[in-house]
């Protein structure tokens, strides 16, 4: 058995092949929300076009920008690129040197001078502690209880107990539905006067004589 510090999106592309023993916090939550910044005072539709950056996520920043952060709402297009910096201090130096437009980095980073947030984005599990190989429930129960034991610094303050379904909960995010236009449908049950209203119904009344039959006598013995 091997015991790992991963970031989240890395054990999202894994799932079941790692068991997720406990989540690094960040201002005591299990997640992190992330940021939209660039220099100036801009938009989201004023950045169109624009060079992105995102720290490296392990090859999959488009999507963890355009699918899980902006949940499809932006074209993937919208940004002439989204582009992977090796760390968060380097996505934002690279923005200070005016080398990208904007830049997506984990909430409550410093930012350098004329740096702002543009638009807060939804948060992303904190790093997860995880297992490689078969692990009981003894066994995994204890590394989840020394874990929440851990007092660490700024960087990562401590763990707390996982769900155990945080990779799969993430990996659904990449995954955006089809966008599909309002569909207006007619109410299931219609009254009776919008459905013959329009129309002039009459019976025709057939002449008293048709139900009359002449009739008919034996002949004689």
Not at 14 to 26: D, E, I, K, M
Not at 117 to 132: D, R
Request: net charge positive.
């Amino acid at each position: 058995m091997r015991l790992g510090l991963v970031d989240p999106v890395y054990a999202a592309s894994v799932g079941g092949r790692v068991t997720v023993l406990a989540v690094g916090t960040y201002a005591g939550a299990a997640s992190r929300g992330w940021a939209l910044v660039a220099p100036g005072a801009v938009d989201v539709m004023g950045l169109r076009g624009q060079r992105l950056l995102c720290p490296d996520v392990g090859g999959r920043e488009a999507a963890l920008v355009t699918d899980v952060l902006f949940g499809g709402d932006l074209p993937r297009g919208h940004f002439s690129s989204i582009d992977a910096a090796p760390d968060t201090q380097s996505a934002l130096a690279a923005l200070e040197l005016g080398k990208a437009g904007a830049a997506v980095v984990p909430v409550g980073v410093a930012l350098p001078a004329g740096v702002r947030v543009v638009l807060t984005l939804p948060a992303t599990p904190g790093p997860l502690l995880v297992a490689y190989g078969s692990l009981g429930a003894r066994e995994r129960e204890a590394l989840t209880a020394a874990a929440t034991t851990f007092v660490g610094d700024a960087a990562l303050p401590g763990f707390v107990r996982a769900a155990g379904d945080e990779p799969t909960r993430l990996a659904r995010r990449f995954t955006v539905p089809p966008r599909r236009g309002p569909l207006v449908a007619p109410p299931s049950r219609l009254p009776l006067g919008a459905l013959v209203g329009a129309r002039a119904l009459e019976v025709e009344r057939p002449a008293l004589r048709s139900f009359v039959v002449a009739p008919t006598l034996p002949p004689p013995p």
